[in-house]
């Protein structure tokens, strides 16, 4: 089975700007979580989503947002960037909830 | 929430030794405790997980143990070799069916 990919891989955005982030799950699977890695914080969870429905969402800023659709395929969105949104955000797939995750490469996101 | 703490941050052991990473958590609901390998530009990797009903797991030379009294778990790695040396991420599951991680141990394998 193919992994979990993500697009972009990397992105440059300056202050102010919107960014969406792409993930393709593991076929069959159906649990798409979000995640903010930095140096700072480590591993922060941002949201999940299962059937096209957020199930869980962590303490992020409303400016963090996604969805999911009916291909299990998710996206992220990121409005008025800010620095300190500078990060690798990874999605993890499983076949439904939390359990066996598994991590895509991630996008490397830069705001000046 | 779910809390989880991860000692030590830092671990350098000699090609051959032993090395044991070790995580608290404070949600005692808490049910699936996953570890993840990360290697520097790399994805993290599940290298071994344990559900609460077990108190123990090995896989080769990787075991994780769990102590649910005292809300801890144990990752475990025998004969260390170069290429173990990685970050380390523990995570556990709170009632909120997400998972909180650890902050990662940086193991340093050296020959």
């Known amino acids: 089975k193919a992994g979990v990919t993500q697009t972009p891989r990397y992105l440059i955005k300056t202050r102010g700007q919107q960014v969406t982030l792409s993930c393709s799950p593991i076929s069959g699977h159906r649990s798409v979580s979000w995640y903010q890695q930095t140096p700072g914080q480590g591993l922060q969870f941002l949201f999940e989503?299962?059937?096209?429905?957020?199930?869980n969402k962590g303490n992020f800023p409303g400016r963090f947002s996604g969805r999911q659709f009916s291909n299990s395929r998710s996206e992220m969105n990121v409005s008025t960037l800010e620095l300190g949104d500078s990060a690798l955000y990874l999605c993890?797939?499983?076949?439904?909830?939390?359990?066996?995750?598994?991590f895509g490469p991630g996008t490397r996101l830069t705001v000046t | 929430g779910e809390n989880v703490e991860q000692h030590p941050s830092t671990l350098s052991v000699q090609e051959g030794d032993s090395a044991v990473i070790k995580c608290t958590y404070s949600?005692?609901?808490?049910?699936?405790f996953p570890w993840y390998k990360q290697e520097l530009g790399k994805r993290p990797q599940l290298i071994i997980d344990i559900r609460s009903n077990v108190g123990e797991k090995k896989d080769q030379r990787i075991a994780v143990t769990l102590n649910k009294t005292a809300k801890h778990f144990s990752l475990h790695i025998t004969e260390t070799q170069p290429e173990d040396s990685a970050v380390y991420f523990c995570a556990a599951t709170g009632t909120a069916s997400k998972l909180t991680f650890g902050t990662g141990t940086r193991l340093q394998v050296t020959l």
């Open positions: 989503y299962f059937s096209e429905t957020q199930r």
């Open positions: 949600d005692s609901a808490s049910n699936y």
């Open positions: 993890a797939s499983s076949f439904q909830g939390v359990n066996e995750q598994y």
